[in-house]
Structure formats: C-alpha cells, structure tokens
C-alpha cells in the first residue's frame, strides 16, 4: 500500500515536471517548435534552468498532496525531483 503510494507520486511528480518543462519551453522558447527549443537549450546552456523551472510544478503537486494528507505521495514527489535533479546534472555535465 505505502509503495504504491509513493510509486504514484512519483509518477505525478514526473508528469508534473515535465509539463512544467514543456511551458517553460513555450514561454521561453522565442516561438519555436518544441524540438527546436529543446536542442537550443542544450546547444545555449540553459537546459538546467529550463528543467529548474519546470520543477515549479512539483512544488505545487508537493503542497497539494500535503493539504490532502497524502504524505507518501508527496515523498514520491521530492523523490522524482531528485532523479529528476541528478539526470539534468549528469545531461548536462557529460
């Protein structure tokens, strides 16, 4: 039961920082295509802070799973933005 929990969260917490990486992308993306925006990104050096900014999401997801007493889903929460933080490290660090 609580890994399930946890396991949802942690899904959420990746769909959720992966749309807020989406919309950053939009709002900062000078107009293009998504594709386009994202190779800029990585060819500019800003994909960590596209990736920063997209965690935003989480945090709201986090705060809302606290107000419902979904405290194992809100670990599922910091624990996607953990892998998500150290796969943006290892990305962009090569």
């Not at 800029?40 to 709201?60: I, R, T």
């Amino acid at each position: 039961m609580i890994k399930k929990e946890v396991f949802i969260g942690f899904i959420v917490g990746l769909i959720a920082n992966a749309i807020g990486f989406i919309i950053a992308i939009l709002i900062f993306g000078n107009g293009e295509d998504l594709a386009t925006a994202y190779r800029q990104s990585l060819a500019q050096g800003f994909f960590s802070k596209l990736v920063s900014m997209g965690a935003l999401l989480n945090l709201v997801v986090f705060f809302l799973f606290i107000k419902q007493r979904r405290d194992y889903r809100a670990r599922g929460v910091i624990m996607a933005t953990i892998v998500v933080t150290i796969a943006t490290f290892l990305l962009n660090y090569k």
